[in-house]
């Protein structure tokens, strides 16, 4: 029989079972097997590998083989062939196990199928599949072979996709987890108003941004916006660990400074030495001259356009990413709102969204974009950047985390 045939007959025989627990899957296959024409064998057995006690244990056996004893049992230690097993997989031969002999089995033909389980620092299958024809030859070897890689193949396939729905179950509820955790994206201070929006590339993602009231008496807030490297579920469990310890150090009314070293700390001792994260943190008082106070941890420069003149100002890093050096200095800037001024934070995935030349969106094009729009309200800005940036990268191959967030004084 054709060897690629035999694997899809297998695989179709399999794959029909899949509604059935593993080993009645199995089962039904190995039944199934023993009845086809094409595949021409008249028997089989099934064994199953107990980790804790190093057994192969008989499962099933049907058609004509020398019946054994349900649930007898073969000690790996003691039987060398399961070591040939593990290293070829697949093996013929005479049998040399007195007690196997004594049964009336004369012959043997095996084959590992599933994965490898590790007992006494050596490696066997989670089962044995072993069939039986009346010529035991090196052909029949080879279609052992390929019907346990088949049926191996859809065992896998099934565990895939039970971890996938418990994966995407998991993927669900951090996604609601991680907006519960994000703010409302309008937010109203005195006479500034904000919006801010978070578009991750996968379900979860490594942005974040946030606003945090703080003091008492409605004094200050804190504007926050983070990137987290990478992307996906790593980045962001990093990404709301930082926005958390954040929100946390700014309940306590932390100066910026010391704020942004101890976040740094934090992250340097909690994750491992290939994460990072940027991160800008801003406060807006409600001092009459406008003042911004700020400090930016290698996070792209937001930008600052001004109403009358429609210059802009970059509020360039003032110390380093969050996370490879712990001992990192911050220092603190500022600027100054006058009516009218808005101020753009943005993540790097809006500026590196490429179009299907694997051209970026680029700084400058951001900033056309942005002082095109600055006369409309917050939300209308970030809209607009987003519709761009999303027109501009829609046949392009490279995604990002996508986090917008612009501050305007009213007047």
């Known amino acids: 029989m054709d060897q690629r045939k035999l694997y899809r007959a297998v695989e179709a025989i399999a794959s029909q079972r899949l509604n059935l627990d593993e080993v009645d899957m199995l089962i039904e296959t190995l039944n199934q097997?023993?009845?086809?024409?094409?595949?021409?064998?008249?028997?089989?057995?099934?064994?199953?590998?107990?980790?804790?006690?190093?057994?192969?244990?008989?499962?099933?056996?049907?058609?004509?083989?020398?019946?054994?004893?349900?649930?007898?049992?073969?000690?790996?230690?003691?039987?060398?062939?399961?070591?040939?097993?593990?290293?070829?997989?697949?093996?013929?031969?005479?049998?040399?196990?007195?007690?196997?002999?004594?049964?009336g089995i004369m012959k043997f033909s095996a084959s590992g199928v599933g994965d490898k389980v590790k007992i006494d620092d050596k490696q066997y299958y989670?089962?044995?599949?072993?069939?039986?024809?009346?010529?035991?030859?090196?052909?029949?070897?080879?279609?052992?072979?390929?019907?346990?890689?088949?049926?191996?193949?859809?065992?896998?396939?099934?565990?895939?996709?039970?971890?996938?729905?418990?994966?995407?179950?998991?993927?669900?509820?951090?996604?609601?987890?991680?907006?519960?955790?994000?703010?409302?994206?309008e937010f109203s201070f005195h006479s500034y108003e904000m919006f801010g929006v978070t578009d991750p590339a996968e379900i979860v993602g490594g942005d974040f941004y946030d606003y945090l009231e703080i003091g008492d008496e409605d004094e200050r807030v804190g504007i926050v916006v983070g990137d987290a490297a990478s992307k996906g579920v790593s980045a962001s469990a990093e990404a709301m660990y930082?926005?958390?310890?954040?929100?946390?150090?700014?309940?306590?009314?932390?100066?910026?400074?010391?704020?942004?070293?101890?976040?740094?700390?934090?992250?340097?001792?909690?994750f491992a030495d290939d994460r990072f994260a940027s991160l800008f943190y801003g406060e807006l008082s409600t001092d009459r001259s406008g003042l911004f106070l700020y400090s930016n941890a290698g996070h792209n420069p937001p930008i600052f356009v001004k109403k009358d003149t429609n210059d802009?100002?970059?509020?360039?890093?003032?110390?380093?990413?969050?996370?490879?050096?712990p001992h990192s200095k911050y220092t603190i800037d500022s600027i100054n709102f006058e009516p009218g001024d808005a101020l753009l934070i943005f993540s790097d995935g809006v500026t590196d969204s490429a179009n299907s030349k694997f051209e970026s969106y680029g700084e400058e094009r951001l900033i056309?974009?942005?002082?095109?729009?600055?006369?409309?309200?917050?939300?209308?800005?970030?809209?607009?950047?987003?519709?761009?940036v999303v027109k501009y990268s829609k046949n392009g191959e490279y995604n990002d985390d996508k986090t917008l967030v612009v501050i305007k004084k009213n007047g």
């Open 312 to 325: 802009i100002k970059r509020l360039e890093p003032t110390g380093p990413v969050l996370g490879p050096a």
């Open 126 to 185: 989670e089962y044995l599949l072993a069939l039986n024809k009346d010529d035991i030859d090196d052909d029949f070897r080879i279609m052992l072979s390929i019907i346990a890689t088949s049926i191996t193949s859809q065992i896998k396939q099934r565990r895939y996709r039970e971890r996938a729905k418990v994966f995407k179950a998991d993927l669900d509820k951090g996604r609601e987890l991680q907006k519960s955790i994000l703010p409302q994206h």
């Open 368 to 388: 056309e974009t942005f002082q095109k729009h600055k006369h409309l309200t917050p939300k209308e800005i970030v809209y607009a950047i987003l519709d761009d």
């Open 242 to 270: 930082i926005s958390g310890a954040v929100r946390m150090a700014s309940s306590f009314e932390i100066k910026i400074g010391p704020l942004m070293k101890r976040t740094n700390q934090l992250v340097n001792k909690i």
């Open 33 to 103: 097997i023993v009845k086809s024409e094409s595949i021409d064998v008249n028997g089989g057995r099934i064994w199953k590998l107990n980790s804790e006690t190093g057994y192969y244990q008989l499962l099933y056996q049907t058609g004509n083989v020398r019946e054994i004893e349900q649930n007898f049992k073969i000690n790996v230690r003691n039987y060398p062939l399961f070591d040939l097993l593990s290293k070829e997989r697949t093996i013929v031969g005479r049998e040399t196990d007195e007690i196997l002999q004594q049964k």
